[in-house]
């Protein structure tokens, strides 16, 4: 159930909805932006009192600015046991005296999963609610606000939320413009043991070594996404190095293990850096700087077939990846990868041709869709025609 303003609820409806429906949602979702704002969080912690312990998800966006709300004391926690999802979505509170969280977490003991995104004057409270309240916290999402006039999520903040679940995280993701500090990077490798999903988006500054040391250090990790939907041109933040991600030994020159390597599942990234072929004055294809690039990519591609239960693999767009898709360059070396289902690396296709589409379909058995940027052309009419179950509109 979702409520918008309920200073316009009528008094017969409210009751009704007091009495009867709350104590069986099991969803509720409620936003209040309404004035005047004491009267409508009043109402929201009578609601609130009434759900009843089937309660499972709670998405909240309320501004508070008034001081003189009357919360009660309570003896004890009046916790919803079933409530495992917490969404605070856009709150503000300008108050000093914060009242309305302290109540509002105490009966959040059994959250599992916490949703932050674009609040203002909430973290200290907030701060005090996971480390004290939610035991049993093991997945995150952090989202500051693009209004850099308003409070922002700063990296110390960041550091100091990541740091509150007791037990490890298993979840982190960073919504878009959360900034991320070196203490940022310390805190969420203190739950490196834990951590199964890193999921990062949008202009900030992580980097791309801090992605390899997640890598390298997460023997649980299912899914790492380092990736910017929210458009091209700010994709630029999130490209990573050939070099950097082929991560050798300095002195060997091997490979350096990495504790995900039978775990990861998802990969999602874009890999730039690397010397390519492009289309000479004459149409030819033209090498860059012959042999250099073949070399690297050949590098890349031993690095990935190293993540032997990969299902999902996107390494970018074609605005940015510089990953040349063909037997030429080392495509062949993928051919262990046999889990793997959506392949997606809209790089130049200009060497991607029927024999690779061929090489796909009898090595990658269980590949279902293919986002390379095909369109109309000799390689996606032959995929229709002998291979329709391949998905190759991306």
Not at 117 to 146: A, W, Y
Request: net charge negative.
């Amino acid at each position: 159930m979702s409520f918008e303003d309920l200073s316009l609820v009528p008094g017969n409806l409210w009751k009704s909805i007091v009495d009867f429906t709350l104590p069986h949602l099991q969803q509720l979702n409620i936003n209040i932006c309404s004035e005047p704002p004491r009267l409508a969080i009043s109402k929201l912690m009578v609601l609130l009192d009434q759900c009843s312990n089937v309660l499972e998800k709670l998405k909240l966006n309320v501004r508070i600015y008034d001081d003189n709300l009357e919360v009660q004391t309570e003896n004890g926690p009046n916790c919803w046991t079933s409530l495992k999802q917490l969404n605070l979505h856009e709150c503000t509170d300008e108050t000093d005296t914060k009242r309305f969280w302290p109540w509002l977490f105490r009966r959040c003991n059994s959250v599992e999963r916490l949703i932050v995104s674009k609040c203002v004057g909430i973290f200290q409270s907030l701060e005090q609610g996971m480390r004290t309240q939610m035991p049993n916290l093991r997945d995150f999402t952090l989202e500051c606000r693009q209004d850099r006039a308003a409070e922002t999520t700063t990296g110390d903040v960041t550091a100091t939320l990541l740091s509150c679940s007791r037990n490890g995280m298993k979840a982190a993701r960073f919504g878009y413009a959360t900034l991320f500090s070196k203490a940022s990077m310390d805190a969420l490798a203190n739950n490196f043991t834990t951590l199964e999903i890193v999921q990062t988006e949008g202009g900030n500054n992580r980097s791309a070594n801090d992605i390899i040391q997640v890598l390298r250090s997460c023997p649980n990790l299912h899914s790492l996404e380092f990736t910017n939907p929210q458009s091209l041109a700010l994709n630029s933040w999130y490209k990573m190095d050939g070099r950097v991600f082929i991560d050798q030994d300095p002195d060997t020159g091997s490979l350096v293990p990495w504790k995900c390597e039978g775990s990861l599942n998802v990969l999602k990234i874009t890999i730039n850096g690397i010397p390519k072929a492009g289309m000479g004055a004459y149409h030819e294809i033209v090498e860059e700087y012959p042999g250099q690039g073949r070399e690297i990519q050949g590098l890349v591609y031993d690095r990935l077939v190293r993540l032997s239960s990969l299902e999902t693999l996107w390494l970018g767009d074609s605005y940015h990846c510089s990953l040349e898709l063909s037997l030429e360059s080392g495509l062949d070396k993928l051919s262990e990868l046999r889990s793997l289902k959506e392949l997606r690396c809209r790089s130049s296709v200009l060497r991607f041709g029927v024999k690779e589409a061929q090489w796909m379909v009898e090595h990658l058995p269980r590949l279902r869709r293919l986002g390379i940027g095909l369109f109309r052309n000799k390689v996606s009419e032959w995929l229709e025609e002998h291979h329709p179950e391949i998905d190759i509109n991306d």
